[in-house]
């Protein structure tokens, strides 16, 4: 097996402590080394003391079945084929008589009663504390080694609120180790692709994801980077540009629509026009929508739209598309802070570039929501939770991004890849 780890990947290898962690940015090469251990450990039998009943035993954890297959054990696999391990499942049976277990942390039942030598847990910020825990457990008569592997992303908007940091960095036991860096210490990662990536997020995602940054934003804001260079006054639309309308469904609570031009070559945003209300009948958001002189390009709309209402036997998503309306709405399926990472890599992005611009006359309520969304405080720390209260046209400006926008769609350097649903 041949392998040429670059400095924090040595300095990791190389430690001896008993809890390791390698926290890296996004593609850091965390994974690498974690399953690089794992196969020295199981082909050395480090720390093996024989009593003539139990095998040396090894875990490999990962956060679902899925990323247990498709990436640790794959992984793993890679770094072990030289030594022609036996699969069976999720496990491997090496032919020194040890054993390694595949187990996924959403059923860590599978875990309990193992007398373990070692223990990887890979993309450990996705699990809960008590699987490492139960690692600790698992390790404790043999006095086995844990190293667990991971990567920020943006769900977390108080990253020292994880249990990592508590463990690794707040309070860490004795004879624990941290390291920690940045994807661009990965000399293997593209350099222009750290460049294309600056000017695509924004600085709150791209310090976590790639920089590995724990820092807390300054403000329970959930846009807070969103200020008066955002705002514009008296847009005038243009027919050479793509305009698009994006719909957050509602009835109880308000119903939103927006209108957004779309400058392709400048790829730059530009909300000029805003629909907004309450108990709006389809046909009357209808007539509305008749009433704006503009050339749709596309709709997008809330996924909330394929569900059918009893007033008309269909969805709003079919009323639409039937004539004489023939309105083809698109969705798709998103996690809420993925979104918002794509909106506020368009508000202003890492090299501070703005591309987002709103025109404060024409839509009032949304620039009201935007300077008004905030995350839920708990005994002073911010939360993952935002404060549900009007956020209508925001969620209608999020679909609009995650639908047209979004850049993950193109690439593969993220995970949070999401599949595309397609209305009609």
């Not at 090894?58 to 079945?65: Q, V």
């Not at 958001?285 to 503009?294: C, Q």
Request: hydrophobic residues 35%; contains cysteine.
């Amino acid at each position: 097996m041949i392998f040429t780890p670059f400095a924090q990947q040595k300095d990791f290898l190389r430690d001896k402590n008993r809890i390791r962690g390698a926290f890296a940015g996004k593609r850091g090469g965390k994974t690498e080394i974690g399953a690089i251990d794992a196969v020295v450990h199981t082909e050395q039998q480090l720390g093996f003391k024989p009593n003539g009943v139990d095998p040396y035993v090894g875990i490999i954890l990962a956060p679902t079945h899925a990323m247990l297959k498709r990436l640790s054990l794959m992984k793993f696999d890679a770094y072990a084929a030289p030594f022609r391990p036996r699969p069976v499942g999720t496990d491997r049976y090496w032919s020194n008589g040890s054993i390694i277990y595949g187990i996924s942390a959403d059923k860590p039942q599978r875990a309990e009663g193992i007398k373990a030598n070692w223990v990887w847990m890979d993309e450990g910020f996705q699990m809960k504390e008590q699987i490492f825990l139960e690692a600790q457990a698992r390790v404790a008569d043999t006095q086995g080694k844990i190293w667990v592997t991971g990567s920020l992303g943006v769900q977390y908007n108080n990253p020292k609120a994880h249990w990592i940091y508590k463990h690794f960095k707040k309070n860490p036991d004795p004879d624990t180790a941290c390291f920690e860096w940045s994807t661009a210490d990965n000399p293997y990662f593209p350099r222009d692709e750290i460049e294309r990536l600056r000017s695509k997020l924004d600085p709150v995602t791209f310090r976590q994801m790639f920089e590995l940054c724990w820092d807390v934003q300054g403000t329970n804001l959930v846009f807070q980077d969103f200020t008066e260079a955002n705002i514009i006054t008296n847009y005038q639309y243009n027919p050479r540009l793509q305009t698009f309308v994006s719909l957050d469904w509602g009835w109880n609570h308000p119903m939103s629509a927006l209108y957004f031009q779309y400058d392709q070559p400048k790829d730059t945003v530009y909300l000029f026009d805003e629909i907004h209300g309450s108990k709006l009948t389809l046909e009357v958001l209808w007539e509305k929508m008749k009433a704006k002189p503009y050339r749709v390009t596309e709709h997008f709309c809330d996924i909330a739209g394929l569900q059918t209402r009893e007033q008309t036997a269909l969805s709003n998503i079919q009323w639409f598309k039937n004539a004489p309306r023939s309105i083809h709405f698109r969705y798709r399926t998103a996690a809420v802070a993925h979104t918002i990472a794509i909106m506020r890599s368009y508000i202003c992005n890492m090299k501070g570039q703005r591309r987002f611009y709103v025109d404060q006359n024409a839509c009032p309520r949304f620039v009201d929501e935007m300077r008004n969304y905030s995350y839920k405080e708990r005994n002073g720390e911010i939360t993952e939770e935002t404060n549900q209260v009007a956020e209508d046209a925001i969620s209608a400006a999020r679909y609009f991004f995650v639908n047209k926008l979004d850049f993950t769609k193109q690439t593969d350097t993220f995970t949070e890849m999401n599949r595309w649903k397609l209305g009609g």
